[in-house]
């Protein structure tokens, strides 16, 4: 259940800051450094937050595997 809450939280937030991303672009009024900062902030965000699950996951898939403390 929590692996489920995370992926919803997730997907939320990728909903949130992929409108950012599209109302920022379409606003003619917004300088166009202003646009690509926010855009490369929101885009290394992304990547950061999927680095560290993949990390998460493959340390916990591995920790599962290694532990033979159980026998």
């Not at 489920?4 to 606003?27: K, P, R, S």
């Not at 965000?45 to 998460?56: D, T, W």
């Amino acid at each position: 259940m929590k692996k489920v809450g995370i992926f919803l939280i997730l997907i939320g937030l990728l909903c949130i800051l992929a409108f950012v991303l599209y109302t920022i672009a379409l606003d003619p009024e917004i300088p166009l450094l202003i646009k690509f900062g926010v855009s490369a902030a929101i885009v290394g965000l992304v990547i950061v937050i999927s680095v560290l699950i993949v990390e998460s996951y493959k340390k916990n898939k591995r920790g599962d595997e290694d532990d033979l403390s159980k026998y």
